[in-house]
């Protein structure tokens, strides 16, 4: 009797002895992966930013950065489309988005209208990307009086602004099927945003102005080294064989957006490859600096594209007091030169306009 509790004592000794050093290993795990977290953490948010003029050092704060990542709007599952009539409406305004060409190129199945660019080449994800010039606040925000027009806008009004400008192209009749079924996809996408509000992510991100003017030259540069890829030295692009229109979207040249449209603003411009370019680049995960941003803008908006001065653009501002700070084309209402409006330093223009 004694010998078996003998037994079971050096069982339960023996038992013991083997989980201490497991218990060991494992609090050492813990604090190794405590480390290594710590050090993940001042690796993300501690972004160390060499300045090549002066060699300084700008340093952004974890808590900083953590602070400047708001939870973005995200867009309706295309699989809670309805299976109705209207649904079917959604989801020809949504193909129309995505293939433009193809209906509404230059050899469109529906009409031959515009440059062969679709319309997700500037509103990516076929407009549903935070940051990606999306539609998330159009129908809670239209109609709307516009400064540019002078008048209060429809959504088939911007709809056509973006075909006569960015595309290049003419509008397309109101009462048309195709009209409507982008004006229902736009409407379904914003279905859960309130009226007059616009969610987190939408539209385009505004970067803070610099303190000198955006420099072609240095945008050459870095677009030689990060955007010619894909949209090419020359800045043609590169065309969807298998489904027309581009792959990867014309910058500048014939068959690019004109110097009407949005995106020929530097401001528009530089937040929209901020948050999305190169390829593979996010609001979260940025893969350029604000500067580099601004310099490709004004490099890529020096290079010749369609004028529409004189056609499209001819009615263009008449409050020219109205018009953005980095609205490159005079007249103006301050005494700031074409140059300076289009390219910077912005920030004396905005001064002045507190005045």
């Given at each position: 009797m004694?010998?078996?509790e003998?037994?079971?004592?050096?069982?339960?000794?023996i038992?013991?002895?083997a989980?201490i050093p497991l218990?060991i290993?494992l609090?050492?795990g813990l604090?190794v992966?405590?480390m290594?977290?710590?050090?993940i953490?001042?690796?993300?948010?501690w972004?160390e930013?060499a300045n090549?003029?002066?060699?300084?050092?700008v340093?952004?704060?974890p808590a900083?950065?953590k602070?400047?990542?708001p939870t973005?709007?995200?867009?309706?599952d295309?699989?809670t489309i309805?299976?109705?009539?209207?649904?079917?409406?959604i989801?020809y305004g949504r193909?129309?988005?995505?293939?433009?060409s193809?209906?509404l190129?230059?050899?469109?199945?529906v009409a031959?209208?515009?440059?062969?660019?679709n319309?997700q080449n500037?509103h990516l994800?076929?407009?549903?990307?935070p940051?990606?010039n999306?539609?998330?606040?159009?129908?809670?925000t239209?109609?709307?009086f516009?400064?540019r027009?002078g008048?209060?806008?429809?959504?088939p009004k911007r709809?056509?602004?973006c075909?006569?400008?960015?595309?290049?192209?003419?509008?397309?009749?109101?009462?048309?099927?195709?009209?409507?079924a982008i004006v229902?996809?736009?409407?379904?996408?914003g279905?859960?945003v309130?009226?007059?509000?616009?969610?987190?992510g939408a539209g385009?991100?505004e970067?803070a102005?610099?303190d000198?003017?955006a420099s072609?030259?240095?945008?050459?540069i870095?677009?030689?080294?990060k955007?010619?890829?894909?949209h090419?030295?020359?800045?043609?692009?590169?065309p969807d064989t298998?489904?027309?229109?581009?792959?990867?979207?014309?910058?500048w040249?014939?068959?690019?957006?004109?110097n009407?449209a949005g995106l020929f603003?530097l401001?528009?411009?530089a937040?929209y490859v901020?948050?999305?370019?190169p390829l593979?680049?996010?609001?979260n995960?940025?893969?350029?600096?604000?500067?580099e941003?601004?310099d490709?803008a004004?490099?890529v908006?020096?290079?010749p594209?369609?004028?529409?001065?004189?056609t499209v653009?001819?009615?263009?501002w008449?409050?020219?007091?109205?018009?953005?700070i980095d609205?490159?084309f005079?007249?103006?209402?301050?005494?700031?030169?074409e140059?300076?409006?289009k390219?910077?330093?912005?920030k004396p223009?905005?001064a002045?306009?507190?005045?």
């Open positions: 004694e010998n078996k003998l037994n079971q004592k050096l069982r339960y000794l038992g013991l002895l989980v218990a290993v609090l050492l604090l992966a405590q290594l977290g710590l050090r953490n001042v690796d993300i948010y972004k930013t090549t003029a002066n060699n300084s050092v340093v952004t704060k900083e950065a602070a400047s990542l973005l709007w995200q867009a309706p295309t699989s309805p299976q109705d009539e209207q649904g079917k409406l989801r193909e129309l988005i995505k293939n433009t193809a209906y190129g230059k050899n469109g199945s031959k209208m515009s440059n062969d660019m319309c500037c994800e076929a407009g549903t990307k940051f990606g999306n539609y998330s606040a159009v129908a809670s239209y109609p709307k516009r400064e027009s008048t209060v806008e429809t959504i709809v056509n602004d075909l006569e400008r960015s595309l290049n192209g003419k509008p397309l009749d109101t009462a048309s099927r195709e009209m409507q229902e996809y736009i409407h379904w996408l279905k859960d309130k009226k007059e509000e616009k969610p987190a385009i991100l970067l102005y610099m000198r003017a072609p030259e240095k945008g050459k870095v677009y030689e080294k955007c010619f890829s894909c090419q030295l020359d800045g043609s692009g590169v298998e489904k027309g229109g581009y792959q990867y979207p014309p910058l040249g014939k068959n690019s957006y004109n009407g603003r401001s528009r411009f937040g901020k948050a999305n370019m593979g680049a996010s609001y995960s940025p893969l350029l600096t604000d500067e941003a601004w490709i004004a490099y908006n020096s290079m594209r369609p004028d529409v001065r004189k653009m001819k009615n263009d008449k409050n020219i007091a109205g018009k953005p609205h490159p005079a007249p103006f209402a301050d005494g700031f030169s140059e300076q409006h390219f910077g330093n912005f223009i905005i002045a306009r507190k005045k």
